[in-house]
T-cell receptor, first 115, second 112 residues
Framework: GAVVSQHPSRVICKSGTSVKIECRSL??????MFWYRQFPKQSLMLMAT?????????EQGVEKDKFLINHASLTLSTLTVTSAHPEDSSFYIC???????????FGPGTRLLVL | QKEVEQDPGPLSVPEGAIVSLNCTYS??????FMWYRQYSRKGPELLMY????GNKEDGRFTAQVDKSSKYISLFIRDSQPSDSATYLC????????????FGQGTELSVKP
């Protein structure tokens, strides 16, 4: 299957700092990437849809000024958590959708802990 | 009514058992039906997807879709300890990497 990477896999930061998470599709071009958030023992909640070269579409209740998404190329999307607070601590997962059948390939996730 | 309902478990079975995982959904516009496996602290991995009602088999896994009842199932035969994970059903409308709607996930533990 297709490979999607995320970096970093784990990050610990102080409250008030910003954290950038990268999502890369390694062996295919992804016109669309998705960012999810997952709390322990809960399902994935879609935060935003990122299209290459255009602004991201955010789900209801997700602050676009807090979670900045940039999709600069067909293989890279970034999520920046600005002025992070402890309640932003979570597991962030990206996925990349290529052409063809309705499937997405998920990255391994980034665990964010804000102290 | 929730768009997708999935029993969160946890479900514990002995090695070799047949496992049945299920989801119900309310949106008849869903076109693709998927099952993902997620190991602890990892991203989900696509197991199977189907488009129409009926069965689809892949090794020890069988996905079943009943559109008339809005019900999908995943069966795992001869379950192994390595199958221990959380299984998420997912649904989507589009044909090119559209937005996925996930179930809550069922935590499965297969005991040796």
């Amino acid at each position: 299957g297709a490979v999607v990477s995320q970096h970093p896999s784990r990050v610990i930061c102080k409250s008030g700092t910003s954290v950038k998470i990268e999502c890369r599709s390694l062996d295919f071009q992804a016109t669309t990437m998705f960012w999810y958030r997952q709390f322990p023992k809960q399902s994935l909640m879609l935060m935003a849809t990122s299209n290459e070269g255009s602004k991201a579409t955010y789900e209801q209740g997700v602050e676009k000024d807090k979670f900045l998404i940039n999709h600069a190329s067909l293989t890279l999307s970034t999520l920046t958590v600005t002025s992070a607070h402890p309640e932003d601590s979570s597991f962030y997962i990206c996925s990349a959708g290529g052409r063809g059948v309705a499937t997405q390939y998920f990255g391994p996730g980034t665990r964010l802990l804000v102290l | 009514q929730k768009e997708v309902e999935q029993d969160p478990g946890p479900l514990s079975v002995p090695e070799g058992a047949i496992v049945s995982l299920n989801c119900t959904y309310s949106n008849s516009a869903f076109q693709y039906f998927m099952w993902y496996r997620q190991y602890s602290r990892k991203g989900p991995e696509l197991l199977m997807y189907t488009y129409s009602s009926g069965n689809k088999e892949d090794g020890r896994f069988t996905a079943q879709v009943d559109k008339s009842s809005k019900y999908i199932s995943l069966f795992i035969r001869d379950s192994q300890p390595s199958d221990s994970a959380t299984y998420l059903c997912a649904f989507t409308f589009y044909n090119q990497g559209g937005k996925l709607i996930f179930g809550q996930g069922t935590e499965l533990s297969v005991k040796p």
